[in-house]
C-alpha cells in the first residue's frame, strides 16, 4: 500500500462533539507523519478555527477549508486559493429573511451573520475572532463569499433547489451550504496534490459529511466514519467506527500504520 497522503474531516471525523482531539487520534495522525504521509486537513470550517487544530496535531501542510472555496498555507496562514460564489444577493437575503432561518456568510475578511447562536459563540471561543458583522445581511456590505450557510432547522429541500442554477447546494439535516459551481473538497485537494506531485490513488481521505462525498469516492482510498449517513457509507470504500469511538485511529492503526510495519 504505496500511500503518500491523507486528508482528514474535522467534525465529526478529527474531533469530539465536544471539539477535543483526543490523545489517541493526536497520536495515530503523528504515526502517519513519521512515516513520511503527508497529512492534510479539509474541512468546511473556516481558516480561523481550523488552524487551532492544524497547531495541536504539529502540521504544516495546507488546509483546505470552507468546503474547499479557501486553501491555506501551512505555515503563514495566507489563502493561497479562493474561489467565491456568485449569487443574487438580494433575493438570497429575501428567501431566508424569515425569522427562524439564521444566514452565514463566510467571506475572506470574516463571518457576516443574521444572528449570534451557540455554534458561532463555540467558534469565537475557539478561534479567538468574533463575527465581522451580525444583522440585516442586506446592509452588511461583504465584497465576496466563499460559502453561505443556510440553517434552517430542517434538511435543505425546496429551499436549497432556489440556488441549483446559480451555484452548487450541499443539503444538510439542519439546513444546506452553498458555494460556487465546481468548488468540493476534492477539487481542492486535487490542486494540492499536484503541487506535492502525488497521485490521487496514493491519496487516503477520511470524512463522515455529504460534503465529503466527492472526496471519498475519488481519492485512492475513501474511508467513512460510523456516524456518517448511509449515502456517505456508500461513496465510500471502507467503513471505520464512530468518531467518538475513535474511528479515525482505528483506521490508521489497523490499514496504515500496521502495514508499514510489516
Given at each position: 500500500?504505496?500511500?503518500?497522503?491523507?486528508?482528514?474531516?474535522?467534525?465529526?471525523?478529527?474531533?469530539?462533539?465536544?471539539?477535543?482531539?483526543?490523545?489517541?487520534?493526536?497520536?495515530?495522525?503523528?504515526?502517519?507523519?513519521?512515516?513520511?504521509?503527508?497529512?492534510?486537513?479539509?474541512?468546511?470550517?473556516?481558516?480561523?478555527?481550523?488552524?487551532?487544530?492544524?497547531?495541536?496535531?504539529?502540521?504544516?501542510?495546507?488546509m483546505?477549508?470552507?468546503?474547499?472555496?479557501?486553501?491555506?498555507?501551512g505555515?503563514?496562514?495566507?489563502?493561497?486559493?479562493?474561489?467565491?460564489?456568485?449569487l443574487?444577493?438580494?433575493r438570497?437575503?429575501?428567501?431566508?429573511?424569515?425569522?427562524?432561518?439564521?444566514?452565514?456568510?463566510?467571506?475572506?475578511?470574516?463571518?457576516?451573520?443574521k444572528?449570534?447562536?451557540?455554534?458561532?459563540?463555540?467558534w469565537?471561543?475557539?478561534?479567538?475572532?468574533?463575527?465581522?458583522?451580525?444583522?440585516?445581511?442586506?446592509?452588511?456590505?461583504y465584497?465576496?463569499?466563499?460559502?453561505?450557510?443556510?440553517?434552517?432547522?430542517a434538511?435543505?429541500s425546496?429551499?436549497?433547489?432556489?440556488?441549483?442554477?446559480?451555484?452548487?447546494?450541499?443539503d444538510?439535516d439542519?439546513?444546506?451550504?452553498?458555494?460556487?459551481?465546481g468548488?468540493?473538497?476534492w477539487?481542492?485537494?486535487?490542486?494540492?496534490?499536484?503541487?506535492?506531485?502525488?497521485?490521487?490513488?496514493?491519496?487516503?481521505t477520511?470524512?463522515?459529511?455529504?460534503?465529503?462525498?466527492?472526496?471519498?469516492?475519488?481519492?485512492?482510498i475513501?474511508?467513512?466514519?460510523?456516524?456518517?449517513a448511509?449515502?456517505?457509507?456508500?461513496?465510500?470504500?471502507?467503513?471505520?467506527?464512530?468518531?467518538?469511538?475513535?474511528?479515525?485511529a482505528?483506521?490508521?492503526?489497523?490499514?496504515?500504520?500496521?502495514?508499514?510495519?510489516?
Amino acid at each position: 500500500m504505496n500511500i503518500k497522503a491523507m486528508f482528514i474531516d474535522m467534525d465529526g471525523t478529527l474531533l469530539t462533539g465536544a471539539n477535543k482531539i483526543t490523545r489517541r487520534n493526536a497520536k495515530a495522525v503523528s504515526a502517519l507523519m513519521e512515516r513520511n504521509i503527508n497529512v492534510f486537513l479539509a474541512t468546511g470550517r473556516q481558516f480561523e478555527i481550523t488552524q487551532p487544530y492544524h497547531r495541536i496535531l504539529g502540521l504544516n501542510t495546507p488546509m483546505v477549508c470552507l468546503n474547499g472555496a479557501s486553501v491555506h498555507d501551512g505555515v503563514t496562514g495566507y489563502a493561497v486559493q479562493t474561489k467565491p460564489v456568485k449569487l443574487d444577493r438580494e433575493r438570497l437575503h429575501h428567501l431566508t429573511g424569515d425569522d427562524p432561518c439564521n444566514v452565514l456568510v463566510h467571506a475572506p475578511d470574516g463571518l457576516y451573520c443574521k444572528r449570534v447562536n451557540a455554534e458561532i459563540e463555540e467558534w469565537t471561543r475557539e478561534g479567538r475572532v468574533p463575527p465581522r458583522y451580525v444583522g440585516d445581511l442586506s446592509k452588511a456590505g461583504y465584497k465576496d463569499a466563499l460559502k453561505y450557510s443556510i440553517r434552517t432547522g430542517a434538511p435543505g429541500s425546496s429551499v436549497s433547489m432556489l440556488f441549483e442554477d446559480e451555484a452548487d447546494v450541499i443539503d444538510w439535516d439542519d439546513g444546506f451550504e452553498i458555494v460556487a459551481r465546481g468548488v468540493s473538497k476534492w477539487s481542492a485537494i486535487q490542486s494540492v496534490l499536484e503541487k506535492y506531485g502525488i497521485a490521487p490513488e496514493e491519496t487516503v481521505t477520511i470524512g463522515d459529511g455529504p460534503n465529503d462525498i466527492q472526496m471519498l469516492s475519488h481519492a485512492g482510498i475513501g474511508v467513512a466514519m460510523g456516524n456518517a449517513a448511509p449515502a456517505v457509507k456508500a461513496s465510500a470504500d471502507l467503513v471505520t467506527s464512530h468518531h467518538e469511538q475513535e474511528g479515525l485511529a482505528d483506521f490508521i492503526e489497523h490499514y496504515l500504520v500496521s502495514s508499514y510495519a510489516l
